[in-house]
């Protein structure tokens, strides 16, 4: 069960980051496209979304660093507590089973 719940979570970490660098990629394109014809507003409009894409890439940066040390934590605290992982694993299997049971 800890297994399925670390890939579940490693997935959706995968997910954001997979989204976050196209958001990152379709604004660079934007800002390449859109260089030459633009008034100051357009200019002003250009730094904002330069600024923007900056903090996106240092996000996905943050995150894909987060991502990779919870993972190694992970792996290491399930392989030094193998049993107490297991147990863990069993009784929130077991939580979770009666909670859809019950009625």
Same mark, same amino acid.
């Given at each position: 069960m800890a297994n399925r719940t670390t890939t579940?979570?490693?997935?959706?970490t995968q997910k954001l980051m997979r989204? #976050?660098?196209s958001v990152v990629h379709q604004a660079?394109?934007?800002l390449k496209a859109g260089s030459s014809d #633009?008034?100051?507003?357009?200019?002003?409009?250009?730094a904002k979304l330069n600024s923007a894409l900056d903090a996106a890439k240092t996000?996905? #940066?943050d995150l894909q660093e987060k991502a990779v040390e919870g993972a190694k934590k992970t792996d290491a605290l399930i392989r030094d507590n193998p049993y107490q992982s297991m147990g863990i694993a069993f009784g929130?299997?077991? #939580?979770?089973?009666?909670?859809?049971?019950r009625k």
């Open positions: 579940a979570t490693e997935m959706e989204e #976050l660098k660079e394109e934007v #633009l008034s100051e507003v357009g200019h002003e409009a250009r996000t996905y #940066l929130v299997g077991l #939580l979770v089973g009666v909670l859809v049971t």
